[in-house]
Nanobody, 123 residues
Framework: QVQLVESGGGLVPPGGSLRLSCAAS????????MGWFRQAAGKEREFVAA????????WYADFVKGRFTISRDNAKNTVILQMNSLKPEDTAVYYC????????????????WGQGTQVTVSS
């Protein structure tokens, strides 16, 4: 069992930055690939980024490449999403998720989810 708690969301102007954190419980965190997903109002939840168990492999949705960076610290049971050059269309609830499978973008394959943190990009 893994419990995930996101933090770091908030209101930021266009072009700004935010750093989202996901704290995981349990001693087997390093056995899970981790992902970030987001859901905007009235839209389906979509993949943002994923990272492998050891952190050496990362994968991004095209719309965040070059702007967002996913990383993890297995000693601290934490996964980070650094978001730069934010746009109004990045406004959404951002979710952290864990999968016992290999890193991937298919949310159906993720076993555990956090409660989400709101990110609003607006002037």
């Amino acid at each position: 069992q893994v419990q995930l708690v996101e933090s770091g969301g908030g209101l930021v102007p266009p072009g700004g930055s935010l750093r989202l954190s996901c704290a995981a419980s349990g001693r087997t965190f390093s056995r899970y690939a981790m992902g970030w997903f987001r859901q905007a109002a009235g839209k389906e939840r979509e993949f943002v980024a994923a990272i492998s168990w050891g952190g050496s492999i990362t994968w991004y949705a095209d719309f965040v490449k070059g702007r967002f960076t996913i990383s993890r610290d297995n000693a601290k049971n934490t996964v980070i999403l650094q978001m730069n050059s934010l746009k109004p269309e990045d406004t959404a609830v951002y979710y952290c998720a864990a999968t016992s499978r290999n890193y991937n973008s298919d949310q159906k394959l993720y076993d555990y989810w956090g409660q989400g943190t709101q990110v609003t990009v607006s002037s």
